[in-house]
């Protein structure tokens, strides 16, 4: 099923290397019963915004890590990259078209470095117009259930022909407006909901228009690393019935949801709704988008439609989302930086 959109608009080998050669004060000595000579330590190079490494790199985080052999060192972007390091793996959340080519030119001239994640896959999901393709591609469904994505329609200028466009498509309304580009900006998680047709015509394109499932008001939130998969409840938007939808505007504003959601996990709800998805299922969706995708750090909103047991949507997927929310994250990420870390065998330049 592709979307719609108006004619506008990614060997276990343990490697313990005698002559070692790391850059300044980066032997992390982990002594380890029957080696002879202690492993390298993984040395994780970060490029994080100054807001990420506090919701991120938390003490306790960057602790663990110690303790099992991985070292942090923030990448300066005053310097070229390939003055850096040595680095084992460089982990990154920065935008922009500079980054994006320092990042290729870099994976170009030191393929035996991971980078997590490869740039051209995570621009992909910072267009909401293809974000979800490759969940409406994948058409699953199986005895646990079905994962589809809402009907949706891109709308890439001229407001003014909006409910034709709505009509044509066949969307029902009531209809998410989401900004078309998901680029971690403000404005780019100010959603709106239009339950009113000729309202449509005040809303300000680029955009996408999704139709509203109700889900009971609760989301999951499922985030992967690597091959980890947790999933937590939160508060979600309400289902329309429960709207004191004002009849004159038609458009009805609503600032961001999904990160600032309350957690839903301790609250007192319906079973039919709170209950989690099919665990076998998040495992194969979770599979087959990171091979899709070519991403392993991302997390997806899922919602089950009000009334069904095992009707879900996804209807956001992030990169790089907040783990610090995550239960057990520090674990989770150590062992997944480990196994990348010292899963392949290297050979360093001299
Ligand atoms: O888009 P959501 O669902 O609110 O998830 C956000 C989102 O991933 C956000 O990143 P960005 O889209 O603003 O770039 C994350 O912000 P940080 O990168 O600063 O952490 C939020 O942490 C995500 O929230 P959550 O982890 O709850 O999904
Ligand atoms: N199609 C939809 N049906 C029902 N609720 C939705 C839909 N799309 C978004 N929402 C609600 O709006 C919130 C934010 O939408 P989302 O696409 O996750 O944007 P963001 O990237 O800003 O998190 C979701 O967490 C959910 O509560
Ligand atoms: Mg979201
Ligand atoms: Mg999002």
Known sequence: MRLRENDDVGEKEEVVENDVTLAQNQWCPVVNAGFSSPKRAVVVGYALTTKKIKSFLQPKLEGLARNKGILF????????LSDQGPFDIVLHKLSGKEWRQVLEDYRQSHPEVTVLDPPDAI??????????????????????????????????????????????????LPLVAKPLVADGSAKSHALSLAYEQ???QKLEPPLVLQEFVNHGGVLFKVYIVGDAIKVVRR??????????????????NFPRVSCAAASADDAD????????????????????????????????????????????????????PGYGKM???????????????QGKYKKRSG
């Not at 060192?73 to 070229?80: F, G, L, Q």
């Not at 022909?161 to 009509?167: G, H, K, Q, T």
């Not at 750090?297 to 992030?318: A, C, M």
């Open 327 to 341: 239960p057990e994250y520090e674990h989770i990420f150590t062992d997944f930086l480990l196994s990348l870390g």
């Open 235 to 252: 508060f979600s938007l309400p289902d329309v019935s429960k709207w004191e939808l004002s009849k004159d505007a038609g458009i009805y």
């Open 123 to 172: 621009q992909h999901l910072r267009n909401r117009q293809y974000m979800l393709q490759a969940v409406a591609d994948m058409n699953l469904s199986d005895s646990y259930g079905i994962v589809g994505v809402p009907r949706q329609l891109v709308i890439k200028r001229d407001a003014f022909a909006i409910p034709e466009l709505v009509n044509k498509a066949g969307l029902t």
């Open 73 to 80: 060192v923030a990448i300066d972007h005053t310097r070229p």
């Open 269 to 320: 709800l319906d079973p039919t709704i709170a209950e989690l998805p099919p665990r076998p299922l998040l495992e194969k969706l979770a599979k087959e988008l990171r091979w899709r995708l070519g991403l392993r750090l991302f997390n997806l909103d899922i919602i089950r439609e009000y009334g069904t047991r095992d009707h879900f949507y996804v209807i956001d997927i992030n990169y790089f």
């Open 198 to 200: 000729f309202s449509l």
